[in-house]
């Protein structure tokens, strides 16, 4: 009877987990064949905002049915929109919060797209190694997409970041031939695209006459002009042949007429550069166009062709002052905003830094939070009894209570035999020089100290290790951090001073010794310490 009763219930048990099971598939299917579905339609509207406000709505779906891939899909898509409309702070968050979905995931191609897009939020912010590191992370993972097309397409997106980042870390001189050997591995993985339609050919060629371009641009600065020649022609005959009319033929045409000039094909230069006009006059990119004016008069000017060196000088004088009053009303171009962008980025690279490192804070703290808590509480417990201490002290009369006889117990502790007279007058010359403040010298040692209150490094030494109960070491630190504290309690203006200039204030030699033994002393940094007076308002 008794095992017919256990057997019943494990039956029942195991019914009611298989009917939870199926019950979570289901709830699982659902979300991929209608949220997902939809925001991948989103995904190319041109609509962000909404894209951005329906991946935010699945998301929570997704949380509340425990799901993680859905959680993970809907942060990739949201990344996407952030990136594509410069919040890339917020990418940042969604890509770190991915971090800790990814062991569930078995999908190695969108693990592979949230490195990659966490890479794009970490380069426009202008932190290059982060983004590289991510690149690299990306690759990883994307050696093992099963479907051969989508592996080489994402490898080529890669390589393509990494040739970016690469040329960004050198800035004005990067590492041509690295640069060169990533556009060379994004040619490889296009390459091994497939063409099973007409669009897949498409999509394949129109990626392959951009790094062609690439490619050409980058032998142009390594002085190969004859390798450059060549990627600028494969280029033009893609975008010929599939009749492309993006910026790619115009970048082409523009870089071929600056490639001729530049070897003094003045005819061939002239060719090109016309051409370009045309196209541009499709894109609307007036910066392009005046450099294509500038190279129509640089050339007719070095052929002797005065007519038309004014000619296209009046055009490139005319469109550059256009441009320059645009600039001034607040009306610019597309390439204009992007260039501002980089440069805003380069002079905030600091302020960029510390903005990322404030989210990586931000998750980590959500992420610990008793951790934090607990360690705050501490922190701040031990700020409480710092103030209450230095009161203390401000209240009391600054004299020492008159020297005692050593006890027995001292006695055996002390490894030298000291005289009462002796330790007497060292203690009283302690004192003198406690309150004198000559602890702030830099570089104070114990001879020094000893020579100054004429004794021996090993009468002096053991007396501070008797009296102070601290190394010589800990006693000279101890009283610099106190001296420091007292400063920043009752002379507000110190703490608007940078920790540099504290650190040489009260005598130590760096600021990163000075912040070391602040928090060994006090169990918290000085910008803790300072932050919290700041908020204090009974100081």
């Keep these: 009877m008794s095992k017919n009763f256990y057997f019943l219930l494990l039956l029942i048990f195991g019914i ?58 809907c942060n990739i898509f949201l990344m996407l929109a952030f990136n594509g409309s410069g919040k890339y702070k917020e990418a940042t968050l969604l890509g770190q919060e991915n971090e800790e979905l990814v062991k569930n995931i078995k999908d190695e191609f969108f693990i592979s797209a949230n490195y990659s897009n966490l890479a794009s939020s970490y380069s426009y912010l202008g932190l290059l190694d982060e983004s590289e590191n991510c690149l690299n992370r990306a690759l990883k993972h994307s050696l093992k997409i099963e479907d051969k097309d989508k592996r080489y397409y994402t490898l080529s997106a890669i390589y393509d970041g990494l040739a970016y980042v690469e040329t960004m870390k050198g800035e004005s001189a990067p590492n041509l031939d690295k640069v060169k050997k990533y ?44 390798e450059a020649q ?28 600056k490639l001729f000039l530049s070897q003094k094909k003045y005819d061939s230069s002239m060719v090109y550069a016309k051409r370009g006009i045309v196209l541009e006059k499709e894109g609307h990119l007036p910066e392009v166009r005046r450099d294509l004016f500038e190279i129509l008069y640089r050339a007719s000017e070095a052929k002797g062709d005065k007519q038309n060196a004014k000619k296209y000088t009046d055009f490139y004088m005319k469109l550059n002052d256009s441009i320059i009053n645009a600039e001034k009303r607040g009306i610019n171009t597309p390439v204009k905003i992007i260039i501002e962008n980089k ?60 020297f005692q006889k050593l006890s027995n117990e001292n006695g055996s502790k ?30 104070i040692n114990l001879p020094y100290l000893a020579g100054q209150l004429n004794t021996n490094t090993t009468y002096l030494s053991e007396i501070i290790k008797i009296h102070r109960e601290k190394s010589f070491n800990d006693y000279i630190n101890g009283l610099r951090i106190s001296y420091i504290t007292h400063k ?16 040489e204030e009260c005598g130590f030699a760096s600021s990163q010794v000075f912040v070391i033994h602040f928090k060994k002393i006090t169990g918290f940094t000085p910008s803790y310490f300072i932050e919290n007076l700041k908020k204090d308002k009974n100081i």
């Excluded at 060549?230 to 007429?257: D, E, G, Q, R």
């Excluded at 005289?419 to 403040?437: N, P, R, V, Y």
């Design 16 to 73: 009611s987990c298989s009917n939870t099971n199926k019950e979570q598939l289901k709830a699982e299917y659902s979300f991929r064949k209608k949220e997902i579905r939809e925001l991948s339609q989103l995904e190319f509207s041109g609509n962000t905002p909404l894209l951005i406000k329906e991946a935010q709505k699945a998301k929570q779906k997704a949380k509340k049915i425990d799901y993680d891939y859905g959680v993970f899909r």
């Design 183 to 226: 556009y060379l591995k994004q040619l490889w993985a296009i390459q091994q695209l497939s063409e099973t339609n007409k669009n897949i050919a498409m999509r394949k060629n129109a990626q392959l006459s951009n790094i062609y371009v690439n490619l050409g641009a980058t032998s142009s600065r390594q002085k190969k002009t004859e």
């Design 230 to 257: 060549n990627y600028f022609y494969k280029a033009l005959v893609i975008c010929k042949k599939y009749k492309f009319n993006n910026p790619v033929p115009l970048m082409a045409h523009t870089s071929m007429a």
């Design 343 to 402: 440069e805003k980025e380069k002079t905030n690279t600091v302020r960029s830094i510390f903005i990322v490192s404030a989210v990586i804070l931000l998750v980590f703290t959500l992420t610990g939070w008793t951790y934090w808590r607990r360690k705050s509480k501490l922190s701040h417990k031990k700020y409480d009894e710092l103030i209450t201490k230095i009161r203390e002290e401000n209240t009391q009369k600054a004299e020492r209570k008159e």
């Design 414 to 443: 002390s490894l030298v035999s000291i005289t009462d007279e002796t330790a007497k007058s060292i203690l009283q010359k302690l004192d003198k020089f406690e309150m004198s403040g000559k602890f702030l010298k830099k570089n």
């Design 488 to 503: 920043l309690v009752e002379d507000p203006r110190y703490r608007e001073y940078k920790i540099t200039y504290l650190a």
